[in-house]
Structure formats: structure tokens, C-alpha cells
């Protein structure tokens, strides 16, 4: 998780019970790091805090180079790694490029799940949250973007917290499914047929209870 939102997924998340999978936390808060429920941590120091970095990611660029030794070691020898990074602000969206450009060079196979900012968000977050993708897109091998936008609009126009709440549940749940869905082998072959190949694909999540019913 890279950035304090996608942190807030990792606390949603909990721990994957008999699978050999580790969560790490990076973000520049520290206090957010402390909070976090993860198994490794990663402080992106970017220096003397100062004014206007609300939304600047070339400080997450900064803290994510500043940091790239430690990053590169909790990275090191993983064969799958899910990235999570809710794009638009200063830290997931300026560092996930340099990250999975690491993880990338360790060989590690990459899934990045992200969310584009909702229209209420601002131009200055949609363009950034699009510079990242840019750069993002070539370093993942499977890409999956989330419109905030979508969601907004599923719940009536509703903006600000009920939205972000709602998306760092959806965002658990598409993760928790991807986990279990690489969990198994033969869908390992399914992810290496379409791995880097750019594709536009759909996520579908549901629940139920009868069996029958949720095959259909």
C-alpha cells in the first residue's frame, strides 16, 4: 500500500491466513505508518516539511528515490507483488512510478490496482493521477483503474467522505480477491497469458449465499 489511503486498505484488509504473502505500508506519515496494520513498514522521507505539497507528487517522487534502498530490500525476491495507491495526491501518486520501476528490475511480476480521482476532486488531481498512469502503465504488468467518478454516480452524486469510505472498501475487496485468485495455480497461467499485454479488462465482485445463484 503507497500512500495513507492505500494504508487505510491494508488496516481493512487483515491478514491472508495459511498464504505466504506479506502487506508493507509505505507512506510519509509517520504517525499513519505507526497505525498501520501491516507486516513490514517503509518511512518515504522527503525532507523538511513545507507548504503547497497537498497534491505535488513530485515530493512522493523524491521521498520514493530517498528511499529506494530500503524499498528495494522488503522487495526483494517477491514473485507477485499487488500494488495498491489511490492516485491524485502527493505520495502514491508521485512514488508508485519509481516503486514499480524497482520492483520491476527485481523481476517481480506486478499488479497495480488503482483508483482515478472523482471530477470533485479537482483537474489538478485528475492530471496528476493521469501522469502516474503514463508512467505506471509500462512498469505493471496488469493494470486495473477504478473511476472514482463511477462510484460517485452509483451513489447518487454523493461527494467527500461517504465516496472515500465507500472506495477503500471496494478497493479491499477487489485486493482480497486478487490474492485469493493468484493463491491458485492454474490461475497463475491465466495471469501469464494476459500479463503485459495491455488489455482493457472488467472486475466483477458479488455476493451471496445460494450456490446455484451465485454462479449465475
Known sequence: GIGSPACDVLNKLGKFKDLAI?????????????????????????????????SNPVIGDIAAKNASQKIEKVLYDAETIIFVDLLGGRI???????????????????????????SFE????????????????????????????????????????IVFNVIIELV???TREMVRFLSKNENMEILNKYSGKSEIGTVGIGEGENEKEIKK
Do not use: H, Y
Open 22 to 54: 506479506e502487506r508493507i505500508a509505505m507512506d510519509d506519515d509517520a504517525k499513519k505508518l505507526l497505525k498501520t496494520n501491516s507486516d513490514r513498514k517503509v518511512f518515504l522521507d522527503w525532507g523538511p516539511r513545507g507548504m503547497g505539497v497537498c
Open 172 to 174: 479491499k475487496i477487489v
Open 92 to 118: 502514491g501518486t508521485g512514488a508508485f512510478p519509481v516503486i514499480a520501476e524497482i520492483a520491476r528490475k527485481n523481476g517481480s511480476r506486478t499488479i497495480s490496482i488503482l483508483t482515478f480521482p472523482a
Open 122 to 161: 479537482g483537474k489538478i488531481r485528475q492530471n496528476n493521477a493521469v501522469e502516474s498512469i503514463l508512467k505506471i502503465r509500462d512498469l505493471s504488468d496488469i493494470t486495473l483503474i477504478i473511476p472514482l467518478d463511477r462510484i460517485s454516480e452509483i451513489l447518487d452524486g454523493k461527494t467527500g467522505a
